[in-house]
């Protein structure tokens, strides 16, 4: 009797186990990397057509559904809640729920239990991607309530374009009433750099809001830095936080090419987008503690390698939308294995949740 009680509690500790995620396999630190609009052509040209391509890099790749709750193909509003929250929500909306009900984001998560929290962009720091992270509107493109949320410091770093937004119209921007974000920002401590020479010199002890441009940064081959110089500085900075940090990195402009069928220009940004991830890889193979994540929101563009050769590809568009394409999810670091298998987008959430250590239903 006492061996078939014995079996029973050893047999029920490991079919616990098998379904527990080991504590000691959770990172320290989670670095989000978003292609927008990056399906699975677009990472296929990465592989073909540049030379040493991150993706190759992955032990851990899954397909994802991308869909929102209230539409079959998402904008980047809902899918980017669906990773920022764990919940999918109706098109347009950021990090509220279908009925307006504001959601917890993983950031302000990580803020709250002390780890060092950052955001990059190469569009606007208050569009859809980014802003599901720090803000919650029904609305999108109330892109000037949006900027407000930074002024709360759940974010230690944000770099992007967007400085419109920021400013009443008598400072050159686009807000419509008298507030001077940029000065609300400066009282709370925040540098605020407007070029990435002026980033560079400021201390990474300092809390940074960087914005770049006015509307979305200058094209990935019309600059001075990538992205992933961008990515450098800001792991640099939050690095120093010994509890560790979130971070979420997004090539935005992707797709912006894929809505003009321009594969040169949505491959450039591919090819900026490619030294943000060889950062991201790179930092986690020396620390041994970081989750690295590469995924799009959706795909754009609906588009085929048709033909070309080893070279140059032939690209056929079937759209200058999104579409319901199904798009890769690539893992590298503790926790990677999660990440395979036909996954839900919302589900990419609520397995970021778990890794920081909030379990949800």
């Known amino acids: 009797m006492k061996n078939k009680v014995f079996f029973l509690l050893t047999?029920?500790?490991?079919?616990?186990?098998?379904?527990?995620?080991?504590?000691?396999?959770?990172?320290?630190?989670?670095?989000?990397?978003?292609?927008?609009?990056?399906g699975i052509t677009a990472v296929t040209s990465s592989v073909l057509y540049l030379e040493n391509s991150q993706f190759r890099r992955f032990p851990y790749t899954g397909l994802v559904v991308t869909c929102s709750a209230s539409n079959l193909i998402t904008d980047s509003g809902a899918g980017a809640t669906s990773y920022a929250t764990g919940n999918r929500t109706k098109n347009q909306s950021i990090s509220v729920d279908t009925s307006g009900q504001l959601l917890q984001s993983v950031l302000d998560f990580a803020k709250g239990k002390g780890l060092a929290t950052g955001l990059i962009a190469t569009n606007s720091i208050t569009d859809a991607t980014p802003a599901a992270f720090y803000a919650h509107v029904i609305k999108r493109t109330d892109q000037s309530r949006i900027a407000e949320y930074l002024i709360e410091g759940k974010v230690d770093i944000a770099i992007g374009g967007g400085r419109n937004f920021f400013l009443?119209?008598?400072?050159?921007?686009?807000?419509?009433?008298?507030?001077?974000?940029?000065?609300?920002?400066?009282?709370?401590?925040?540098?605020?750099p407007f070029t990435f020479d002026e980033l560079k010199r400021i201390s990474p002890k300092e809390k940074i809001v960087s914005l770049l441009d006015k509307g979305q940064i200058t094209k990935a081959p019309d600059r001075s830095f990538s992205l992933g110089d961008l990515a450098g500085f800001t792991l640099n900075k939050l690095s120093l936080n010994k509890k560790g940090f979130f971070v979420m990195i997004e090539?935005?402009?992707?797709?912006?090419?894929?809505?003009?069928?321009?594969?040169?220009?949505?491959?450039?940004?591919?090819?900026?987008?490619?030294?943000?991830?060889?950062?991201?890889?790179?930092?986690?193979?020396k620390d041994k503690n970081t989750?690295?994540?590469?995924?799009?929101?959706?795909?754009?563009?609906?588009?085929?390698?048709?033909?070309?050769?080893?070279?140059?590809p032939v690209v056929t568009w079937t759209t200058k939308d999104h579409s319901a394409a199904m798009i890769g999810v690539f893992a590298y670091g503790p926790g990677a294995e999660l990440f395979t298998g036909i996954i839900d987008n919302y589900q990419i959430g609520r397995k970021i949740f778990s890794l920081l250590g909030k379990k949800m239903q």
């Open 11 to 38: 047999a029920a500790f490991l079919l616990n186990a098998a379904f527990c995620y080991p504590q000691k396999n959770k990172p320290k630190n989670i670095i989000l990397l978003i292609g927008d609009g990056m």
């Open 291 to 312: 989750l690295v994540i590469v995924i799009a929101d959706h795909e754009t563009g609906g588009f085929s390698i048709s033909g070309g050769d080893f070279k140059t």
């Open 251 to 285: 090539g935005s402009q992707i797709d912006s090419g894929e809505h003009l069928n321009d594969f040169n220009y949505a491959f450039n940004e591919l090819k900026d987008f490619n030294t943000a991830i060889k950062t991201a890889l790179d930092f986690a193979e």
């Open 168 to 192: 009443p119209k008598n400072l050159e921007g686009t807000r419509k009433d008298d507030k001077n974000i940029i000065d609300s920002l400066k009282a709370r401590g925040y540098k605020t």
